[in-house]
């Protein structure tokens, strides 16, 4: 939990992220050098409160967000994160295989019934 309330940023988002223009409002506030990743102790993507923020390098914001990541044992659906049900994609990134093959389908269906 962090000490301090999140700062929310009201303007335009781009992906979640507070933007201006085709910059990132995080980074302005930050003043982030380029190469650099910003990353949200928070876990709140518009959020402005330098106090939550941190600036990294890639090969450390991939490091910390791993093991957060780490630490989710179940998909947003409440599907276990196991050895068979898990998609792990070359960023790290992982997938619920449940959740995917639900969404391949219903993907599917709209395309073959449109």
């Known amino acids: 939990m962090m ?4 700062k929310i940023y009201k ?4 992906n979640g992220y507070p933007a201006k223009g085709n910059i990132r409002f995080h980074r302005l506030v930050m003043n982030a050098p380029k190469g650099t990743h910003v990353h949200h102790k928070c876990h709140n993507r518009s959020c402005i409160n330098p106090e939550h923020l941190d600036i990294l390098t890639p090969s450390e914001h991939a490091k910390i ?3 957060e990541q780490e630490r989710i044992t179940e998909c947003r659906y409440g599907h276990k ?3 068979e049900n ?6 790290g990134h992982r997938q619920c295989r449940i959740c995917q093959n639900k969404c ?5 269906h709209r395309r073959k019934y449109d």
């Open 81 to 83: 994160y196991t050895k």
């Open 86 to 91: 898990t998609i792990t994609h070359e960023n």
């Open 11 to 14: 303007g335009t988002l781009s």
């Open 3 to 6: 000490e301090t309330a999140c």
């Open 104 to 108: 391949s389908l219903e993907s599917y």
């Open 65 to 67: 967000t791993r093991a």
